[in-house]
């Protein structure tokens, strides 16, 4: 007897925890999602004369909370990283070397000037406002697109 009132409270336990969770999605996706947001689009980067004349381009990320990365234009990012859901994206903007130069950036802890060891550093800056999860997910974004590898 006593077996079967423990599996009946462990039961109704586990309905009050599943109502409780549905009760705060509820709360939280009608009170402070917006679901108006209709995402953005995926650009690809195409580096300006002015741009290897100063050595560098910014670069413009919307993180999802899934690790869904996205890069978009420095136009596209102005319109809409203060309208981004908080909690559900994160934007990112990085620095990214695209000339070789002697010059170290400050805080980086290699004394290598190597244009693919600034822009790792430069992703990892960049990524610190992100959970540790997702800054991982960031750094191997790089290392999965052929076009952005870091190394050789």
């Known amino acids: 007897m006593a077996d079967d009132l423990e599996k009946w409270a462990a039961k109704i336990r586990k309905l009050e ?3 409780l969770m ?3 999605y ?3 996706s009608n009170k402070k999602v917006d679901t108006t947001f209709v995402g953005v689009t995926p650009y690809y980067p195409k580096p300006k004369a002015k741009d290897y004349n100063r050595g560098f381009m910014y670069r413009h990320f919307v ?6 990365i996205t890069e978009i234009s420095n136009k596209e ?3 809409k990283k203060s309208k981004l859901p908080t909690g559900l994206y994160s934007y990112i903007m990085i620095k990214w070397r695209i000339e070789d130069s002697t010059t170290i950036p400050k805080g980086m802890s290699t004394p290598s000037s190597n244009t693919s ?5 430069y992703i990892r800056q960049g990524s610190k406002s992100l959970s540790k ?5 960031f750094r191997e974004y790089f290392y999965d697109l052929e076009a952005f590898k870091l190394s050789s």
């Open 17 to 19: 925890g599943s109502n």
């Open 22 to 24: 549905i009760q705060r």
């Open 26 to 28: 509820s709360i939280l």
């Open 63 to 68: 993180v999802r909370y899934n690790g869904a």
């Open 77 to 79: 990012a102005s319109r």
């Open 117 to 121: 060891d600034v822009n790792e550093f």
């Open 133 to 137: 999860n997702l800054q991982k997910v």
